[in-house]
């Protein structure tokens, strides 16, 4: 197997066209024409995942945030971006991202948060080109409830252990909108398409003053987009069901935010 051939797989689902211009999906290390054995599948690329990729015979990682992301001018073994650059290449690991690409799909991040809450009449949020792919996404619950049954929903959902939220709305709410990662430039792209919940994450606090008949969520940014890389193993093994590729075993405990109190 090659890698041009894995990424090429992964692009028919998320296509590199669709990215954002300040993003750095694709092939980061490596060349389309190197042998591939095994593909380990992860959300960041870390000096450990590139670790866990070599002790299981892997010679690609596939992520979802891009390991390099803005210029560097420097490798330092003790920066984990330039650890797993320097593990990557001496290893002979290839290093793939599909970031914003998969952020854009409804069959990727915002559509995944879509399916997990049983959302109805789903549509992209912020639409580009012909409609059917863009940014976010709004829906409809099956049934209108308060916000503080919609935190409780989103909570067991979600399997979380706390939500950042403005004040709940006591009125019932249908409609919602959904941008997994950091959404809180897209706040107003909610309100306008008459969402009166939106649910993100990495919003900043004179966010959560929100206007009457509207309220956001802050689920936390891994929990929002993590179920992606269920999502890029399960496009690998549907079109390459006989070759090796692997879900990171530590995603669980990869979050790097860590929650304490709760």
């Not at 669980?252 to 109190?261: A, D, E, L, M």
Request: glycine letters at 10%; charged letters at 20%.
């Amino acid at each position: 197997m090659k890698v041009g051939e894995i990424t090429a797989a992964l692009e028919v689902f998320a296509p590199l066209r669709i990215q954002e211009k300040w993003d750095n999906s694709g092939l980061i290390i490596g060349s389309a024409d190197d042998e591939v054995h095994g593909v380990m599948v992860g959300f960041d690329c870390t000096p450990d995942l590139i670790r866990e990729a070599v002790e299981k015979g892997c010679d690609m990682v596939v992520t979802h945030h891009p390991l390099i992301f803005n210029g560097i001018k420097r490798i330092d073994s003790k920066d984990p971006v330039g650890a797993a650059i320097m593990q990557a290449v001496r290893s002979g690991v290839a290093v793939y991202a599909a970031h914003t690409t998969a952020d854009k799909v409804i069959a990727g991040v915002s559509g995944a948060m879509a399916r997990r809450l049983s959302l109805q009449n789903v549509s992209i949020m912020v639409p580009e080109e012909d409609g059917t792919v863009g940014l976010g996404c709004v829906g409809e619950f099956e049934k209108p409830m308060t916000g503080p049954e919609a935190l409780a929903f989103v909570k067991e959902r979600f399997h979380l252990g706390v939500i950042r939220s403005s004040k709940p709305l006591m009125e019932p709410i249908r409609k919602v909108a959904l941008l997994g990662g950091s959404g809180g430039g897209e706040i107003q792209l909610a309100l306008s398409r008459g969402a009166q919940l939106y649910i993100t994450a990495d919003i900043s606090y004179h966010n959560f003053f929100t206007p009457e008949g509207f309220m956001v969520m802050d689920i936390g940014h891994f929990e929002s987009e993590v179920e992606i890389v269920d999502i890029f193993l399960t496009e690998l093994r549907k079109k390459f069901p006989t070759f090796a590729s692997y879900k990171s075993a530590h995603l669980g405990r990869s979050n790097p935010v860590h929650y304490f109190g709760l």
